[in-house]
């Protein structure tokens, strides 16, 4: 079973993904940060520029990781990625309306990752902005940071109902470091409960 976990930036998408991961013991592929991507890339990104390419730069990650993933998903596993075809339309928002021609050119490469389950992940502006600060990372204005979020998870809003087995999940008063957090979210979107490893104690 794939599993796609989407959302504005800052909203917990990778620890969400790693936190799962570690439950399931199958394994997950986030989409990287600074340090992973090409340094010009949060240039573009900060600056609006390059539509067409950060899109597709991001695509070609994604599509890599649904690609390897695929040698390793079998029977009672579940793996999770952080990205699906969703995110690149959503992020269409931040750009010109003539770059998105283009910028639908690029969504095909998401045709055929096909996830069984996307949660999309959305939240208020205020538990955003409380994150980005907590996280304090040099590359990240706080104020953009959440007017980007804003954009995006209006468009992750609208496209959800678009996209096959979809489902938005408010992430406010989640804690993703907490075991009630990772069982609400699983609870809701419907996911096969993992296999605990047994704790005995002498």
Do not use: C
Not at 41 to 68: H, M, Q, S, W
Not at 78 to 93: D, N, P, Q, S, Y
Not at 157 to 164: C, E, K, W
């Amino acid at each position: 079973m794939r599993v796609a976990i989407v959302g504005g930036p800052g909203v917990g998408k990778s620890t969400l993904v790693r936190q799962l991961a570690d439950l399931y013991h199958n394994g997950a592929y986030g989409e990287g940060e600074k340090g992973v991507w090409d340094p010009r890339v949060l240039e573009d990104i900060a600056a609006g520029l390059n539509a067409v390419g950060v899109t597709e730069y991001f695509a070609r990650l994604y599509d890599a990781n649904y690609r390897d993933a695929a040698m390793h998903d079998g029977p009672r596993r579940v793996i999770f990625f952080e990205g699906a075809r969703i995110t690149l339309e959503a992020h269409m928002a931040e750009y010109p309306a003539e770059d998105h021609a283009a910028l639908r050119k690029v969504l095909s490469i998401g045709d055929a990752w096909n996830p069984d389950r996307v949660i999309v992940l959305t939240s208020s502006t205020d538990t955003i902005e409380k994150h980005i600060r907590m996280r304090n990372r040099d590359h990240e204005d706080v104020e953009n940071m959440v007017r980007r979020f804003r954009l995006i998870d209006g468009e992750f809003r609208r496209l959800a109902p678009l996209y096959d087995n979809t489902i938005v999940i408010d992430r406010d008063s989640k804690e993703f470091h907490e075991r009630a957090g990772l069982l609400s979210i699983i609870k809701l979107a419907g996911l096969p409960m993992f296999i605990e490893i047994p704790y005995v104690r002498a």
